[in-house]
């Protein structure tokens, strides 16, 4: 923000003054950051989230849905509902939740809790589920960019601001949080999530109980194999070995790797099975149970709405399911609202009814009785963490930026006023070898270019090593719907799955190899394992680096807090285009 905007920021967040020219001030002040956004080129960033560049850009109707014509009304209501939070955080509260930052080796998070205690406290929250070795490197840009947003605030309002990782610790899709893929200079890429079981807890179990403890050793001979670099930069390997300690809880060893990429950006991590958040939880979910799935409605209304002004709409709600899951010894049940009979049924992924409750204030009861076994979903998630916490602004990626337009009426019904969104960073890191290749491209897209020239003397097996570049993520992507289905969730049928893909990614490193031996005995064999190791890193599988890799493959030669540190000068985390960035 330019001065006027740290000096307008300064006097509405101190002095909590809104009158209808304070309105007008927060309208400039916001246009003013989405105006910074407008001239940035957006084209890598949003290239497949049309409704986060429109509301990024101010085209389209994308800030029409967000329930603002330019900033002011979101920005107004939610800084008007902070001048004082009228639930700051007791002390026992705080101390739980600096003994948990402590306990995944993040002191320095820790010390942020006590600030929760003051009313006049703000937070900039991000976050993210506990994915496997803090994967992906977004999860690290996400971050970052919270903690700088949070510093530039405290520093022109003179207000205590925390930035806060909401490590979304309930989830229960094991194929997405498992997804580890880590780049090396030697050995291209290594897929570790085939590697990794949830330790024995059940299917739909959440991702704190999944354990590593069986995992753990796999985990780290894949490691010294298939990113021999970084396995034997020892500040890496040590920060590996810390973070599979004894077997871990996914939650845990995610903290414990996240904290150490953080070190020189502290965040505060918290996690929503905290008594503290199961008690902050109540009254939103107790609103949510008495409406009977009047949320869905108003999910529904939202992406026919979207979708009629050519978005794509990200969430779709049955009529009869509330917006929480009930966790049954140890499994997250959806809760189904029935015509007759018994009215709400807790049921499993099977469909089984594993409890009934015949009214909605029997279920109330219920949750005040036990707070633990309840836990929020997608839609009440960010309704629950705005009521829980003083939340000035939410920093999400493109996807994110959309679904939360869609839930913004869930808000209003539910008495709670939302927060802004900010767009997270986006980058893309180059090695020196990367940006020679590239011949000094300053965007992803010159790798086509690099590949034409490559293949161009050979017709016949040119269009082969294209499609090859593209055939990792399309492979990915089929085995990930069907282990989405009911049937893969049988252990036995999940372990199938698990082998089937370990011989898909050997079958497809043998088709590499074959390849590169084509090339040598053309003489091209040099230049075709170049452009395979910078293709790998720069293109992963077709798509994007930051939603492919994990940031350790960029700690061959950098411990993860040295990484966190260079990223964190050489990021402009103010831009919200895509950045090449060259890393020696």
Known sequence: MG???????????????????????????FCGLLKRMNSMNLKTLFADAPFARDFVTGSGRAREMMGWPGGAEQLAGTVHSRPDFSQPWTPK??????????????????????????????AIVTGQQPNLLASPFYVVLKAMTAWHLAARLEAETGRPVVPIFWVASDDHDFEELRA??????????????????????????????????DSATRLMEAMAQGAPEAWNHAPTR??????????????????????RFLAATPMLFLVPRLTSMRHRQIDVLAREIDLAGETNRVVNEAAVLMESRGYHAQLRRPSNALNFFYIHESV??????RPKGDRFEVVDSSGEVVLRFPDAEGLKAELLRNPERFSPNVVTRPVVQDAALPVVAYVGGPGEIAYLAQTRGVHELLGVVPS??????????????????????????????????????????????KQRMALAAVVDEGLRAMEMTDAAQHP?????????????????????????????????????????????????????????????????????????????????????????????
Do not use: Y
């Open 93 to 122: 509260e705080i101390a739980e939740l600096e003994a948990f930052n402590r306990v995944c080796g993040n002191g320095p998070g820790a010390a942020l809790a006590v600030k929760l205690g003051d009313s006049r406290t703000l």
């Open 180 to 213: 580890c893929r880590v780049w090396s200079p030697s050995s291209g890429i290594t897929a570790l999530g085939g590697l990794v079981s949830r330790g024995g807890a059940r299917p739909d179990s959440p991702a704190f109980e999944w354990h590593l403890k």
């Open 238 to 259: 040590a920060a590996i070995e810390n973070a599979l300690e004894g077997g871990p809880d996914f939650e845990t060893s995610f903290c414990r790797l996240a904290a």
């Open 420 to 465: 802004p969104v900010v767009p997270r960073a986006s980058a893309t890191l180059l090695t020196d070898e990367a940006d020679g290749l590239l011949g000094g491209g300053t965007e992803p897209q010159d790798l086509e270019a690099a590949l034409a020239r490559l293949t161009a003397s050979d017709a016949l097996l040119g269009p082969l090593v």
């Open 332 to 337: 997250r049940c959806r809760v189904l609202v």
């Open 492 to 584: 036995h049928i999940e372990s199938a799955f698990m082998k089937t893909r370990a011989g898909v990614e050997r079958s497809l490193a043998q088709l590499d190899r074959r390849l590169q031996r084509h090339f040598h005995s053309r003489g091209s064999g040099d230049e075709w394992a170049w452009f395979t190791r910078v293709a790998n890193l720069v293109r992963p599988g077709g798509g994007s680096q930051e939603r492919m890799l994990s940031p350790l493959s960029f700690c061959a030669t950098m411990s993860p807090e040295d990484f966190g540190a260079w990223l964190a000068i050489h990021i402009n985390w103010e831009s919200h285009t895509h950045q090449i960035v060259q890393i020696s």
């Open 3 to 29: 001065k006027s905007c740290c000096s307008t920021w300064r006097s509405l967040l101190r002095d909590g003054s809104w009158t209808n020219g304070g309105v007008e001030i927060a309208d400039q002040v």
